[in-house]
């Protein structure tokens, strides 16, 4: 199966996804009266939370708030996924909106890593590392599609996998921070290995991105002297 059929195929798996546990929220909001452009400053505003639960160490509050994070989280990823639904639902997708979009998902990135760096759960060099390949793998994709490719579904870690394993590692952080006070031997070791893993993977992305580029214009420029 080539790059690009791989590519369709996850597309198409991620959208029965989202006509299963998307399309029925995405009609009640669209009833309230929510833009795409509103839901994606409601998104940002919830990464802005994160972000200052985040610097305040909010994944090891006590337990009965520590889930505050997580669920912040989770709402920051869930209207970045309802924003293009309900443009795509109301025919309200237009070159603005995707402008405003993308540069609030950067912004939302970045002060979400800033917020695990002022937590001290990893330094200023890997927090300086992470908003920089995660910068990389957007601007390939930008800069690939100037030219002509298409590049949605390329890589493992686009921006909804990067938001689902940060929730996954944030409740995880809090549950294995809270049973490790709980014995009286805390374990502190989740989130930097977790860290490692995840910058991985992000230099996969890049190393996945680059190489279809490549080829892709590879192809293009082989067909143009033709």
Request: hydrophobic share 55%; glycine share 8%.
């Amino acid at each position: 199966m080539s790059k690009i059929e791989q590519a369709t195929n996850k597309r198409s798996n991620q959208r029965r996804i989202l006509e299963i546990f998307v399309e029925l929220p995405a009609k009640k909001l669209v009833k309230w009266g929510f833009t795409p452009n509103i839901l994606s400053f409601c998104g940002f505003f919830c990464s802005i939370v994160v972000a200052i639960l985040l610097s305040l160490e909010g994944l090891h509050f006590p337990f009965p708030i520590a889930w505050i994070v997580p669920f912040f989280m989770f709402w920051a990823g869930a209207f970045d996924v309802f924003d293009g639904e309900i443009a795509r639902m109301t025919h309200k997708i237009s070159i603005s909106g995707a402008f405003l979009d993308s540069n609030l998902d950067r912004l939302s990135d970045a002060v979400i890593v800033l917020g695990l760096i002022l937590g001290g759960y990893f330094n200023y060099i890997i927090g300086y590392t992470i908003i920089f390949l995660i910068i990389m793998i957007s601007y390939i994709r930008s800069r690939a599609e100037n030219e002509g490719i298409n590049m949605k579904g390329v890589g493992f870690m686009e921006r909804a996998e990067r938001l689902i394993i940060l929730w996954f590692a944030f409740i995880a952080e809090f549950w294995i921070y809270f049973l490790g006070q709980f014995f009286g031997t805390p374990f502190t070791l989740f989130f930097p290995i977790f860290t490692i893993i995840f910058t991985g993977l992000l230099i996969l992305t890049i190393a996945q991105r680059l190489i279809f580029s490549f080829k892709e214009i590879s192809k293009i420029e082989a067909h143009d002297k033709n």
